[in-house]
């Protein structure tokens, strides 16, 4: 039979020498100690759990415990309200009988006191007998000696008390550190010095290269020269009184961040940094999405009026073809053809790049893409130019637009040969920068660019071949990189020229095993059909319909192989805020959506995660999982 652990500590507290009670915060005892009952000769129904203090306290003054009182109902109410306003405290009293106990009264965490009651009689007997037996001692020396002891039983009960709160708050500090490690975000604290007094311990998350430990290290030393330069102009704003947020890129990580400075009131600032690296990739992708869409507004008009008139131009040089021509009239009409044709040309060009098709990132062999492109680029190229690729990615699949990448990739190689004129060698080279960026650069031993050149080469219609270029080349590959959430960038090199195109590196999701699938989906009949789906593959099926629930599933079930999310959630987040909040372990999330391909969060999504358009079939979402792609 098992113990009664209500029983089995009662019978420790009897054991005590001391005398103990608990009272609550309402005045009702909570638990006390044969000792406690026996000292005071209480009756057994003050004894129990629930009798209220100010009956026992009634008792006492009615068997003379404090010795005599003028007004009974006064001396309870006195104590009753000492009680309410209980502080911790150390006494000793002489009782009614004669004997002296001691009190001392400690207050628990939960609400309520603990009071502990010690028979002190023998002790202050014995101090009376050497007074008695000490004339020796003069009597400032034994009243010392008393006072010394009396202090010294305060003492112990204070120290207990102290230990107590020291106690409290060192678990309340542990849990405020373990809060704010968990943040997603470096929570930081610098004096008037500049000197790190506090961290979360979250620098190298969002800043990787820095050290963990910063406490009693300086500003500069931690951050670096360029990042203290560029923070430093906001912590003196705040050191002055005013708090700013703004944002900068970390060169020594190439990582976008957010910092927020707040004035603490004494000439030291509190500081809050994010990385903001894929929102601000996000961000960009969106603004160059809407460039393209008002840049499609402005020239679809005039295109389809330039057209028509092209049309008019080449059925009346046709005509003119077909006409007895003198010989100077036949080259005229034959340049207007060719003229008339190339600006066709420019007009599928142009609507190439105003309405041409967004960056859809896929999971992608950029080796195998790197192979195709080598063997692309190697018909095009003359015997004089060589062409060499240095591949430093290493293994594994990354989320890129395949198609877009590699066109773009041949336009800048093709542009290198023809600035090669002929002779030279062209070199591209992949590889990964910081875990942040895949990086692309493309080099030649041609002339280089021209300062005007580096100024405008990625601008629409800017060309260095004359009547031979249309000048969308560059602008197109800057179209994509933009799209993509990445930049371009034109240099010139001790031999030759040099383009570098950054793209976001994002990791492809591995292929979906059967497994615990997480569903996040509000509407419940949706849920129940993708969960038949999911179950028809294998996969066993937890449910969410809020990026809440998700995180909450996410983290703390174990044992989850991949998120399946929505993109319109129950509430205000979204699944991209999903996306934002997991963990760096959390399994591959899909995000699957019935939003138009050109609405912005569509669109946004697409340069995160694998999107699945609704509607589809067990066997679409089956090829989607194991591929990452849209059947």
């Known amino acids: ?3 009664d652990p209500h029983a089995m500590m009662q019978a420790g507290l009897n054991l005590i020498a001391q005398a103990m009670s608990i009272y609550d915060d309402d005045l009702q005892l909570v638990t006390c100690n044969r000792p406690f009952r026996e000292m005071f000769d209480l009756p057994p129904e003050l004894a129990r759990p629930g009798a209220p203090f100010e009956a026992t306290i009634r008792y006492l003054v009615q068997r003379g415990e404090y010795g005599p009182v003028d007004d009974e109902d006064v001396a309870v109410r006195r104590r009753v309200e000492q009680a309410l306003a209980f502080q911790p405290h150390y006494m000793e009293r002489s009782r009614a009988n004669g004997r002296t106990i001691s009190v001392e009264g400690a207050p628990l965490p939960q609400g309520g006191w603990v009071t502990v009651y010690t028979d002190i009689t023998h002790i202050k007997q014995h101090e009376g007998l050497l007074r008695a037996r000490s004339e020796e001692l003069s009597e400032q020396l034994l009243t010392r000696a008393e006072e010394l002891a009396a202090t010294n039983r305060k003492l112990q009960a204070t120290n207990a008390a102290l230990s107590e709160a020291k106690r409290e708050l060192t678990e309340m500090e542990a849990r405020i550190r373990l809060t704010t490690e968990m943040m997603p975000a470096h929570i930081a604290h610098v004096g008037a010095d500049r000197v790190y007094t506090y961290s979360n311990r979250r620098l190298n998350a969002i800043m990787p290269g820095r050290p963990s430990n910063i406490l009693g290290l300086h500003m500069a030393d931690v951050l670096g020269t360029q990042a203290y330069q560029a923070v430093l102009p906001y912590v003196e704003i705040a050191q002055e009184g005013r708090a700013s947020s703004f944002e900068f890129t970390d060169e020594a990580s190439s990582r976008r961040i957010r910092t927020a400075t ?6 030291g600032v509190y500081i809050l940094s994010q990385d903001v690296t894929e929102e601000t990739q996000t961000r960009n992708a969106l603004q160059q999405t809407r460039r393209r869409e008002l840049a499609a507004q402005m020239t679809s008009g005039m295109a389809h009026d330039f057209s028509n008139l092209l049309t008019i131009i080449l059925g009346s040089q046709s005509r003119l ?3 007895e021509l003198s010989d100077e009239a036949q080259p005229l009409v034959s340049a207007t053809l060719s003229a008339a044709k190339r600006g066709g040309r420019l007009l599928d ?3 190439a790049m105003t309405t041409g098709r967004d960056y859809t990132p896929t999971p992608c062999d950029p080796a195998a893409l790197l192979r195709d492109l080598k063997t692309l680029a190697t018909s095009a190229l003359p015997d004089g130019v060589r062409f060499s690729l240095e591949d430093r990615l290493g293994p594994g699949r990354l989320m890129l637009d395949s198609g877009q990448v590699q066109d773009s990739l041949l336009n800048l190689i093709l542009n290198a040969r023809d600035a090669c004129a002929g002779a030279g060698r062209i070199t591209l080279t992949a590889a990964r920068l910081k875990e942040t960026w895949l990086e692309f650069t493309v080099t030649d031993t041609g002339p280089g660019f021209s300062p005007e050149a580096l100024k405008r080469g990625l601008d629409p219609f800017y060309t260095t071949k004359g009547g031979e270029g249309s000048g969308l080349g560059l602008a197109m590959v800057y179209d994509m990189a933009k799209l993509a959430g990445g930049r371009v960038r034109l240099e010139n090199t001790a031999t030759g020229a040099r383009v570098t195109l950054r793209l976001p590196l994002r990791e492809a999701p591995r292929p979906a095993e ?18 038949d789906m999911l179950r028809a593959q294998g996969h066993s099926v937890i449910e969410a319909a809020s990026t809440e629930e998700a995180l909450t599933l996410a983290t703390q079930v174990p044992g989850v192989t991949l998120i399946l999310s929505d993109i319109t959630l129950e509430g205000a987040a979204t699944g991209l805020d999903l996306l934002d909040r997991l963990p760096a372990n959390a399994p591959p999330c899909y995000l699957m959506t019935s939003l138009r391909p050109d609405h912005p969060l569509h669109r946004a999504a697409k340069s995160r995660a694998p999107v699945l358009r609704k509607p589809f079939t067990g066997a679409d979402l089956g090829q989607f999982l194991a591929t990452g792609q849209q059947p």
């Open 1 to 3: 039979m098992q113990a």
């Open 262 to 267: 707040t004035p603490d009131g004494d000439g």
């Open 514 to 531: 059967p497994g615990l699938a997480l569903l996040v989906e509000d509407s419940p009949d949706l849920r129940d059909a993708i969960r």
């Open 321 to 323: 073809l077909r006409m």
């Open 349 to 351: 060009r142009i609507a």
